[in-house]
């Protein structure tokens, strides 16, 4: 692992050292950077973010890390004793910071899953829906009649968009959650 105090950071910063700094940075395991100051700690997300191009999550508990949770793409708020600025600029808040393994691996997991799927079913609907539409127009004659009235479109897609989604979204877990808090590999 590497360790970085904020002065050191301060210097790494630069143009001319970023390179060199994130060659380091990738061959190690964990990089933990004190005592620096809001402004490193969102300039050093950004620069991974945008060097690296590698997704970031920016954990952070006080005012002082607004900015960095701000700056990446998924951040995660720790209500504590230094205010709760971190948790209302955050995407997810935690009570602690050890349920920050479960929130990625377990909840992070479904949520993956979840998504994926539903944007497969959002293209089975709408396929089905515009294929019964196109087969309707040969039996008319493509004279532009409306196969359904308004209220049963609207029904049809209040059924189909919101009841499958939210009852999937509820009732759906393809893995244990004590499985995945045991292989997470499978994240």
Not at 64 to 79: E, K, L, P, Y
Not at 98 to 111: A, F, N, Q, T
Not at 131 to 160: A, E, P, R
């Amino acid at each position: 692992g590497l360790v970085i105090d904020g002065r050191t950071l301060e210097h790494v910063l630069h143009d001319s050292l970023q390179n060199t700094f994130l060659e380091l940075t990738e061959k190690c395991r964990a990089v933990v950077c004190c005592q620096a100051t809001p402004l490193q700690k969102s300039v050093l997300v950004k620069l991974v973010r945008s060097k690296l191009k590698a997704m970031t999550l920016a954990v952070g508990d006080g005012a002082n890390d607004v900015s960095m949770i701000q700056v990446a793409d998924t951040g995660v708020g720790i209500s504590g004793q230094e205010g709760m600025q971190a948790v209302m600029a955050s995407d997810f808040a935690i009570s602690q910071f050890r349920h920050l393994r479960k929130l990625l691996l377990v909840h992070g997991h479904w949520c993956y899953t979840r998504l994926t799927n539903m944007v497969l079913y959002f293209f089975y609907k709408n396929v089905t829906y515009v294929n019964l539409l196109f087969w309707y127009q040969f039996f008319c004659g493509f004279s532009g009649t409306s196969m359904t009235d308004y209220w049963i479109l609207i029904l049809f897609n209040l059924l189909f968009t919101s009841v499958p989604p939210i009852i999937y979204g509820v009732l759906d877990k393809d893995v244990s959650a004590e499985i995945l808090m045991e292989l997470p590999q499978l994240y």
